[in-house]
Every structure is written in structure tokens, then in C-alpha cells.
């Protein structure tokens, strides 16, 4: 059966306000307008409005309509001039500053004179969007650029909007690649801090599963973001905490580009303790985050002058880091134990407050009693070269000898410190190119992208396969946006975005030979992908333990958004389509090998007391208690969302405006693209292969 969801919306709110105008909540461009009156109040229809870039000198030309309304939309955030004119009056100039899904009215009236003649308006840009059914806080560039931060993670800002608070990091410092930590904060009481938020750049989706934020854009190319919050507007959907709405830098008028230098050396640093231990030198911590930007107007000699029109912005960021883990200790096999000899081997017990040693003692496997089921110990406690296992010999090869001195427990107890250290890889790129086609057509692109490579966890040191793992996010996301104005009264917003965000991770034994350890073709032809095999038991557990996963997701986002001013309404048709896809595969281990005493003990059926049996011993003769090869079910989601949404900014008078809208969303039931999986099971269905199964099985006992 199909389900779906569908959730229906109105939204009602009364402000008391001048005109509404080209105001979409979810928008991060800016919108200006106002009305035009003459020096007795009457409206001036037909009054000419430029506005102008001044980063860029992109003009933008409107007419007032019959109520004196006008209105331009779509603005990049930065500073402005409009001009209004009409027959019979002075030219009124105005500067303003626009901020991030700003939504500013500005009332003008004009002076008899002639259009030759000019008014230049000095006042401060109003501080609050009182046409604006939501509320939130501007982040700008320069608190974005000089707020202390030892992250450089820009949506962490967003704690500084009232109302928002921030999650615990667990004394972690985030970085760019940091999804989950760049997430963790709540919103106006959201129940969770990945669920409730939104995430956006550059107006569209910037999210991967679990509502976690993809692409983190580096600092110096966010021009600024708003925390929008308390969402009265149709426009608005998927949020019930807050939407992070961040504007990236683009291009202007002339050349500009900055270079950054973040480090972080362990000249300064005091030792590990666990480095202290084995008497060894302060570990390495390099961190390197380094970068630049530039942009400007598009101009090739002698091909193309782009000035006013075709602009660029090119953002690269680089992060280099080691650092040591401090991982513990491990305990490993000294070099008698690894050729058999146990014989110096021990362990210990508390009796009665006092630590009391205890000899390991091996018993031969092949010597049990077929009555009592026991066995002998190995002659010295020595297994004879001869038994032991080749594979197990060549698999210990791959293991460290001990670098300290063991604890009083035991002679191989807690004897190996691990020079494990963390190595993180990380470049991202973000381009943003503007093209301004006429007064009527401008669109602009985005490519984004980053690639995270970690290696962490190698105990083993870095070289070694049988320990560490590989964590690997990629993002990619590109976008295109594209404004028609219609008419001075019509604006048609389109825009199509595709964000992927891939996480390939695997163990530093993933793809490993098998042959070369003593295992059988047959056996690696077995395995959807060799590794080094897995071990448990002893070492503190070693190997592949994850031979691959991946965790992909892919969201293509459509969007359509039509503004029209009719007298005094301001209203807003428009609509979404999503498609959200996500696959998962994870290989597992590729094999596993468990170890127990259980074969080396005297008994197989009781453990015999402390000391009697050693894991360590049945590896050495290869013989594991238990073993495993994960087939795990691959699957490939996908569910599509579906909004549409009007809204009506009604000015009934100078000092109210009414703003309502009815919003409809529809979320379909996630499913498996190639039907992979069970939803019902039907006890009367018969396994297509239980007639030829049941057939072997009676020839085999007849």
C-alpha cells in the first residue's frame, strides 16, 4: 500500500507596516520597495526607480504601478542607490545597505521641480522588516571575519542569535568537514538539533541524511547569513526550529582577493602521558589551514569586458593536520610467545588483596583423552615450530613488538603504546559566477566542493594495515538560479539544485591480497572484497573490521517562485519538488577470525582456573573458535517531497498590512529502487528452490 503525508498550512498574521513588496521568506536576496507620493500625499504612478549595485554598478529599473507601489527584488546583500523620477518633479536619490533576506520599505516623497534637478535623502536603513511575517538575526561579514573562532565552522556563529543555543561539542573542536558538530545547535526550542533546523546557501537546500549541513562553505566566502526564525510566511516549510540562510560572496566591479593562513605546531605542547611512558618525544601536531579567494568582473582581452555585468568569485580552502590520539596501551605477544614458548609466560590474580602470579599453562589439542576429555600440557610449555601455523606467523608479521615495559598483571600486559596519530586531508573549493543578461534577466551558478581523507586509529603505526581506518566525505553540490522580471509588477524566480554527499569509508586492510598470508585462492574468491582478516581475541583486537561502507546521498531540489503586485496585494505563487535518495552498502569484515583458550586449556569444557589455556596459543596454531564473512543487503532509498504554497501581503492602509498564506506539503513513503526489500512476509509462499533441496536431501539419506 502507498502512504503519504500531506500537511496543509494557513498562515494568518496582521502587522502594523508600510507596503508589503517581492518578499520571500526563504530567499537570502534582499527585496526594497516602497511607495511614491507627491508633496500633498497623492500617489505618483508611472515614477521610474533605478537601483544601483554600487560593488557591482548592475542597474535594476522598475515603474511604480497604479497605487504608487514599487518594488525590486533579488538583491545581493551589500551597499545601494536608488534614484526615482518623474515628469514635474526633483530626482530623489537614497543610499541604503541590504542585508541577507532583508525585506526594507522606503516611502519617498517628491518635490515639484525638474527631473534635472535632485534630492539626495540621508537616513538610516530601517532596522526591522516590518513587512515581514518572520523574524531572525543578520550574522554579517564582519562579525563572520572577526568573531574569535578556533573552529572557522561559519553556521557555529548562529549562537548568537537570540534564541538559539548551542549543543555540546564534547570538547571537540569542529571543522569544515565537521557535518554533525557544524549541526549542533537548537533553535527556539526545536526537539532536536538536526531535525528542526534548515540549512540553505545561496537559497537553496544545503543538507544531507539526517538533516545534518552538507557543504560548510569556508569563512571568507560567505558574505553573510541570517537565523531566520518565528516563520509566519507560506513560503516556508520543513522547519520548526530555525533555517541558517547563508549568502556567499560574488564578484564586483573590480578585482579583489584575500589570503589566510591558520597553524597549529606542537612547538609549544606538552607531552602525552603515554608518551612520557615510553620515554619517547613530543608528538607531532601540525595543523595547516590555509587558503584564498578572489573575484571580480569577467573580462578576457580582447574577447569579452564583462564590466556591470559578468562577475566571478573563486574560493579555495586547504586543510592539512596531524596530531597524535593518545590511544592507551595495547598488550602484544614479546618475541618468546610468538615462537611458542610460554614457558616465562604469566598472569595474575587478586586473592585476598594480595596479587598473586599464576603461570600460563597450554595443553596440546591433539593429546585429548577421548574418555575424559582431557589433555596434556606442550612439553616446557613450548609448541613445537612444526605446529605452528604458517598464516598465524605470517599475521603477526603484522604486529608490533612491545616498546614499553608490561604491568605487574601480566608479561605481555599493557606493553605496547601506540604512536597512533590522526592525518586529515582536506581541500574545498566553492565557485560562484553572476551573469546579469538585461534589465529584465539575470541568473547565476554555483559548484561547490570538498573531499575529506582521515586516517585514524593506526595503532599499529601508519604504514602498517593491520590497524587504522580510513574515513572519506565528498560534497558536491551545483546550482543555478535564474530571475525573469516579467512586467514592473511580475518577478518569476526558477532555480535547480543537485547536492550529493558521499561518505566511501573503509579500513586500512580493505582490498588486502589474502594469498600473501598462506589463505587459499578459493577462499578470496569467496569474498565480495579480500582484506586483511580480522581478528579478535588478543592485541586488543586487530585487522579489517570494515572492509567497506558507504552512505550516499543525493537531493535534487526544483523550485519556482512567482511574485505579483496588484494594487495594494503583494502576492506569491510558487512551489518545490524534491527528490531525496540515499544508498547504503556495507561489506563488513571480509573475513573475521575469532580466538578463544578454549582449544589450549586442559578441558574444553571448563576453563580450568586462572592461567590454564591461552588465546593466544590457539591463534598460533591456527585454530580459531569462530569466524564470519558479512553478506550484508545493499539498498537504494528514494522518496520525493512535494510544496506548493500563496501568499498574500495585503496593504490595507499606511499602517497595517495583513499577510496570509496556505501552504500544502506532501512527503511520499521512502522506497527501496529495486525492491530489495521485505515489507510483508507470507507464511504460504513456497521457496522456489525447497522442491530440489528437499529432493538432495532424501538422496543423501537413502
Same mark, same amino acid.
Request: charged share 15%; aromatic share 10%; hydrophobic share 35%.
Given at each position: 500500500?502507498?502512504?503519504?503525508?500531506?500537511?496543509?498550512?494557513?498562515?494568518?498574521?496582521?502587522?502594523?507596516?508600510?507596503?508589503?513588496?517581492?518578499?520571500?521568506?526563504?530567499?537570502?536576496?534582499?527585496?526594497?520597495?516602497?511607495?511614491?507620493?507627491?508633496?500633498?500625499?497623492?500617489?505618483?504612478?508611472?515614477?521610474?526607480?533605478?537601483?544601483?549595485?554600487?560593488?557591482?554598478?548592475?542597474? =535594476?529599473?522598475?515603474?511604480? =504601478?497604479?497605487? #504608487?507601489?514599487?518594488?525590486?527584488?533579488?538583491?545581493?546583500?551589500?551597499?545601494?542607490?536608488?534614484?526615482?523620477?518623474?515628469?514635474?518633479?526633483?530626482?530623489?536619490?537614497?543610499?541604503?545597505?541590504?542585508?541577507?533576506?532583508?525585506?526594507?520599505?522606503?516611502?519617498?516623497?517628491?518635490?515639484?521641480?525638474?527631473?534635472?534637478?535632485?534630492?539626495?535623502?540621508?537616513?538610516?536603513?530601517?532596522?526591522?522588516?516590518?513587512?515581514?511575517?518572520?523574524?531572525?538575526?543578520?550574522?554579517?561579514?564582519?562579525?563572520?571575519?572577526?568573531?574569535?573562532?578556533?573552529?572557522?565552522?561559519?553556521?557555529?556563529?548562529?549562537?548568537?542569535?537570540?534564541?538559539?543555543?548551542?549543543?555540546?561539542?564534547?570538547?571537540? !573542536?569542529?571543522?569544515?568537514?565537521?557535518?554533525?558538530?557544524?549541526?549542533?545547535?537548537?533553535?527556539?526550542?526545536?526537539?532536536?538539533?538536526?531535525?528542526?533546523?534548515?540549512?540553505?546557501?545561496?537559497?537553496?537546500?544545503?543538507?544531507?541524511?539526517?538533516?545534518?549541513?552538507?557543504?560548510?562553505?569556508?569563512?571568507?566566502?560567505?558574505?553573510?547569513?541570517?537565523?531566520?526564525?518565528?516563520?509566519?510566511?507560506?513560503?516556508?516549510?520543513?522547519?520548526?526550529?530555525?533555517?541558517?540562510?547563508?549568502?556567499?560572496?560574488?564578484?564586483?566591479?573590480?578585482?579583489?582577493?584575500?589570503?589566510?593562513?591558520?597553524?597549529?605546531?606542537?612547538?609549544?605542547?606538552? =607531552?602525552?602521558?603515554?608518551?612520557?611512558?615510553?620515554?619517547?618525544?613530543?608528538?607531532?601536531?601540525?595543523?595547516?589551514?590555509? #587558503?584564498?579567494?578572489?573575484?571580480?568582473?569577467?573580462?578576457?582581452?580582447?574577447? /569579452?569586458?564583462?564590466?556591470?555585468?559578468?562577475?566571478?568569485?573563486?574560493?579555495?580552502?586547504?586543510?592539512?593536520?596531524?596530531?597524535?590520539?593518545?590511544?592507551?596501551?595495547?598488550?602484544?605477544?614479546?618475541?618468546?610467545?610468538?615462537?611458542?614458548?610460554?614457558?616465562?609466560?604469566?598472569?595474575?590474580?587478586?586473592?585476598?588483596?594480595?596479587?598473586?602470579?599464576?603461570? !600460563?599453562?597450554?595443553?596440546?589439542?591433539?593429546?585429548?583423552?577421548?574418555?575424559?576429555?582431557?589433555?596434556?600440557?606442550?612439553?616446557?610449555?613450548?609448541?613445537?615450530?612444526?605446529?605452528?601455523?604458517?598464516?598465524?606467523?605470517?599475521?603477526?608479521? /603484522?604486529?608490533?613488538?612491545?616498546?614499553?615495559?608490561?604491568?605487574?598483571?601480566?608479561?605481555?600486559?599493557?606493553?605496547?603504546?601506540?604512536?597512533?596519530?590522526?592525518?586529515?586531508?582536506?581541500?574545498?573549493?566553492?565557485?560562484?559566477?553572476?551573469?546579469?543578461?538585461?534589465?529584465?534577466?539575470?541568473?547565476?551558478?554555483? !559548484?561547490?566542493?570538498?573531499?575529506?581523507?582521515?586516517?585514524?586509529?593506526?595503532?599499529?603505526?601508519?604504514?602498517?594495515?593491520?590497524?587504522?581506518?580510513?574515513?572519506?566525505?565528498?560534497?558536491?553540490?551545483?546550482?543555478?538560479?535564474?530571475?525573469?522580471?516579467?512586467?514592473?509588477?511580475?518577478?518569476?524566480?526558477?532555480?535547480?539544485?543537485?547536492?550529493?554527499?558521499?561518505?566511501?569509508?573503509?579500513?586500512?586492510?580493505?582490498?588486502?591480497?589474502?594469498?600473501?598470508?598462506?589463505?587459499?585462492?578459493?577462499?578470496?574468491?569467496?569474498?565480495?572484497?579480500?582484506?586483511?582478516?580480522?581478528?579478535?581475541?588478543?592485541?586488543?583486537?586487530?585487522?579489517?573490521?570494515?572492509?567497506?561502507?558507504?552512505?550516499?546521498?543525493?537531493?535534487?531540489?526544483?523550485?519556482?517562485?512567482?511574485?505579483?503586485?496588484?494594487?495594494?496585494?503583494?502576492?506569491?505563487?510558487?512551489?518545490?519538488?524534491?527528490?531525496?535518495?540515499?544508498?547504503?552498502?556495507?561489506?563488513?569484515?571480509?573475513?573475521?577470525?575469532?580466538?578463544?583458550?578454549? /582449544?589450549?586449556?586442559?578441558?574444553?569444557?571448563?576453563?580450568?582456573?586462572?592461567?590454564?589455556?591461552?588465546?593466544?596459543?590457539?591463534?598460533?596454531?591456527?585454530?580459531?573458535?569462530?569466524?564470519?564473512?558479512?553478506?550484508?543487503?545493499?539498498?537504494?532509498?528514494?522518496?520525493?517531497?512535494?510544496?506548493?504554497?500563496?501568499?498574500?501581503?495585503?496593504?490595507?492602509?499606511?499602517?497595517?498590512?495583513? =499577510?496570509?498564506?496556505?501552504?500544502?506539503?506532501?512527503?511520499?513513503?521512502?522506497?527501496?529502487?529495486?525492491?530489495?526489500?521485505?515489507?510483508?512476509?507470507?507464511?504460504?509462499?513456497?521457496?522456489?528452490?525447497?522442491?530440489?533441496?528437499?529432493?538432495?536431501?532424501?538422496?543423501?539419506?537413502?
Amino acid at each position: 500500500m502507498f502512504h503519504k503525508k500531506v500537511f496543509v498550512s494557513l498562515y494568518l498574521a496582521a502587522l502594523c507596516c508600510v507596503p508589503a513588496n517581492f518578499a520571500v521568506a526563504q530567499e537570502v536576496r534582499a527585496t526594497i520597495g516602497g511607495k511614491v507620493t507627491d508633496p500633498q500625499g497623492a500617489i505618483v504612478p508611472g515614477a521610474t526607480v533605478v537601483v544601483v549595485s554600487e560593488e557591482t554598478n548592475v542597474q =535594476n529599473q522598475t515603474k511604480t =504601478n497604479e497605487q #504608487g507601489n514599487w518594488s525590486v527584488g533579488f538583491l545581493l546583500p551589500g551597499r545601494y542607490q536608488f534614484a526615482v523620477t518623474s515628469s514635474g518633479f526633483k530626482t530623489t536619490e537614497r543610499k541604503i545597505e541590504l542585508q541577507a533576506a532583508d525585506n526594507k520599505t522606503f516611502d519617498v516623497q517628491l518635490e515639484v521641480g525638474t527631473s534635472s534637478q535632485s534630492v539626495e535623502v540621508t537616513a538610516e536603513t530601517p532596522l526591522i522588516d516590518s513587512t515581514s511575517a518572520t523574524s531572525g538575526t543578520v550574522v554579517t561579514n564582519q562579525e563572520i571575519l572577526e568573531m574569535p573562532t578556533s573552529s572557522h565552522v561559519v553556521t557555529l556563529l548562529a549562537v548568537i542569535s537570540p534564541g538559539v543555543v548551542a549543543q555540546d561539542q564534547n570538547n571537540n !573542536i569542529a571543522h569544515l568537514w565537521s557535518y554533525n558538530a557544524a549541526s549542533q545547535f537548537t533553535a527556539d526550542g526545536g526537539r532536536n538539533n538536526i531535525y528542526s533546523n534548515n540549512f540553505q546557501l545561496d537559497g537553496m537546500q544545503d543538507m544531507k541524511s539526517g538533516g545534518d549541513v552538507a557543504f560548510i562553505p569556508p569563512m571568507d566566502s560567505v558574505q553573510e547569513f541570517r537565523v531566520q526564525t518565528n516563520a509566519y510566511d507560506a513560503s516556508i516549510g520543513r522547519q520548526a526550529g530555525a533555517t541558517i540562510n547563508m549568502q556567499t560572496r560574488s564578484g564586483g566591479k573590480d578585482y579583489h582577493g584575500t589570503l589566510y593562513e591558520f597553524n597549529q605546531n606542537s612547538l609549544l605542547n606538552a =607531552n602525552l602521558f603515554q608518551t612520557n611512558l615510553v620515554g619517547g618525544a613530543i608528538a607531532p601536531v601540525h595543523f595547516n589551514n590555509w #587558503g584564498g579567494t578572489f573575484g571580480g568582473p569577467v573580462w578576457i582581452p580582447k574577447v /569579452y569586458k564583462g564590466t556591470a555585468k559578468t562577475f566571478f568569485f573563486v574560493s579555495f580552502d586547504d586543510t592539512r593536520n596531524t596530531n597524535a590520539l593518545g590511544d592507551g596501551q595495547r598488550s602484544v605477544p614479546d618475541a618468546a610467545e610468538r615462537a611458542g614458548d610460554f614457558s616465562q609466560s604469566f598472569t595474575t590474580q587478586t586473592i585476598g588483596g594480595q596479587l598473586q602470579r599464576f603461570p !600460563i599453562q597450554v595443553y596440546d589439542p591433539l593429546s585429548t583423552d577421548p574418555a575424559s576429555g582431557n589433555r596434556t600440557p606442550f612439553p616446557g610449555n613450548v609448541i613445537p615450530k612444526n605446529r605452528l601455523s604458517p598464516i598465524a606467523q605470517a599475521i603477526l608479521g /603484522y604486529v608490533p613488538m612491545p616498546n614499553t615495559t608490561a604491568s605487574p598483571t601480566g608479561n605481555d600486559d599493557n606493553n605496547y603504546v601506540p604512536p597512533a596519530i590522526r592525518n586529515d586531508k582536506f581541500p574545498a573549493l566553492s565557485i560562484r559566477g553572476d551573469q546579469n543578461w538585461s534589465n529584465t534577466q539575470r541568473s547565476f551558478v554555483t !559548484i561547490r566542493w570538498h573531499h575529506l581523507t582521515e586516517l585514524t586509529g593506526d595503532d599499529f603505526g601508519p604504514s602498517d594495515i593491520a590497524s587504522g581506518s580510513y574515513n572519506v566525505r565528498i560534497a558536491q553540490d551545483a546550482g543555478v538560479d535564474h530571475v525573469w522580471t516579467i512586467s514592473p509588477t511580475k518577478v518569476l524566480d526558477l532555480h535547480f539544485n543537485v547536492s550529493r554527499y558521499a561518505e566511501p569509508n573503509h579500513d586500512a586492510g580493505a582490498g588486502f591480497d589474502l594469498t600473501k598470508l598462506g589463505f587459499s585462492t578459493s577462499l578470496a574468491d569467496e569474498l565480495a572484497r579480500p582484506s586483511f582478516p580480522d581478528i579478535t581475541g588478543f592485541a586488543g583486537n586487530f585487522g579489517t573490521g570494515s572492509a567497506g561502507s558507504l552512505t550516499a546521498t543525493s537531493y535534487y531540489a526544483w523550485g519556482a517562485t512567482l511574485t505579483h503586485i496588484h494594487g495594494n496585494h503583494t502576492f506569491r505563487y510558487g512551489g518545490e519538488y524534491w527528490v531525496l535518495q540515499q544508498a547504503n552498502n556495507n561489506l563488513g569484515v571480509q573475513p573475521e577470525f575469532d580466538f578463544n583458550s578454549n /582449544y589450549t586449556r586442559q578441558n574444553y569444557l571448563n576453563s580450568g582456573g586462572t592461567g590454564v589455556g591461552s588465546t593466544l596459543a590457539s591463534f598460533l596454531l591456527g585454530l580459531p573458535s569462530g569466524g564470519s564473512i558479512s553478506n550484508n543487503a545493499n539498498a537504494f532509498w528514494s522518496q520525493h517531497y512535494i510544496a506548493g504554497f500563496f501568499q498574500d501581503d495585503w496593504r490595507i492602509s499606511r499602517k497595517l498590512t495583513i =499577510n496570509v498564506g496556505l501552504r500544502w506539503d506532501m512527503e511520499t513513503e521512502p522506497v527501496e529502487r529495486f525492491n530489495r526489500t521485505v515489507a510483508r512476509w507470507n507464511p504460504t509462499a513456497v521457496n522456489p528452490i525447497s522442491a530440489q533441496a528437499q529432493a538432495n536431501y532424501a538422496a543423501i539419506l537413502s
